[in-house]
């Protein structure tokens, strides 16, 4: 069978997609959830379930963040960023830096756990399963959000333990995994 090695130049109006049945259908996919934290001259913290690895060799992730989102200046200005993996217990601390309504700048850490990421200045939320703290090495057109690539400058994990996920809208929690590792 013939291998497709470089697929044609979309071309065209694409098909109108419902927005609705767009969200219902991205929502069936479970993720973990994350937050996307930023030091410097402006820090910052997002909510973000986009977070995924791209790369072991050498070690890339990525998050998508949307254009319109306080996030996307931030991280352009800092250049280096971490993600802070939640557990099952801080649901709470994922509906706080998805709120429009919290403080921002330093003050909007005044109310979690945190402390700073020796290797990017970013916040490191209290009580994750694992950090990532990441340079920044490239951005990319991701329509409404733009992808944020990092690659990792140092990482921190903790015992495995239930992990907060995020799937139909919904928070919810597994502690599926933890049989697999040593
Ligand atoms: C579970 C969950 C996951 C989210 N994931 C993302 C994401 O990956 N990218 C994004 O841009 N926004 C995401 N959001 C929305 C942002 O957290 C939210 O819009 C936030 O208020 C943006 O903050 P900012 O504008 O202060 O940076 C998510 C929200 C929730 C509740």
Redesign the pocket.
């Known amino acids: 069978m013939e291998v497709v090695r470089q697929s044609p130049p979309i071309q065209g109006t694409a098909a109108a997609v419902d927005p609705l049945a767009l969200r219902r259908a991205l929502g069936a996919f479970a993720t973990g959830?994350t937050v996307v934290t930023v030091g410097g001259a402006r820090p910052?913290g997002?909510?973000?379930?986009?977070f995924t690895s791209v790369s072991l060799d050498p070690p890339c992730i990525l998050?998508?963040?949307?254009r319109t989102?306080?996030?996307h200046g931030c991280l352009y200005d800092a250049g280096a960023f971490a993600v802070s993996v939640l557990g099952a217990n801080q649901e709470p601390v994922?509906r706080y830096?998805?709120?429009?309504s919290r403080p921002m700048g330093n003050a909007q850490f005044d109310t979690v756990g945190w402390y700073p990421g020796a290797h990017t200045g970013a916040p490191l939320i209290v009580g994750a399963l694992a950090h990532f703290e990441c340079e920044l090495r490239g951005t990319y057109d991701g329509g409404d959000?733009t992808i944020f690539l990092g690659r990792l400058l140092h990482l921190r994990h903790g015992p495995v333990r239930p992990a907060l996920l995020?799937v139909n809208g919904q928070f919810g929690s597994t502690s599926l995994g933890s049989e697999l590792l040593p």
């Open positions: 959830v910052h997002m909510t973000a379930n986009s998050v998508c963040v949307q989102a306080t996030m994922a830096f998805a709120s429009k959000h995020f």
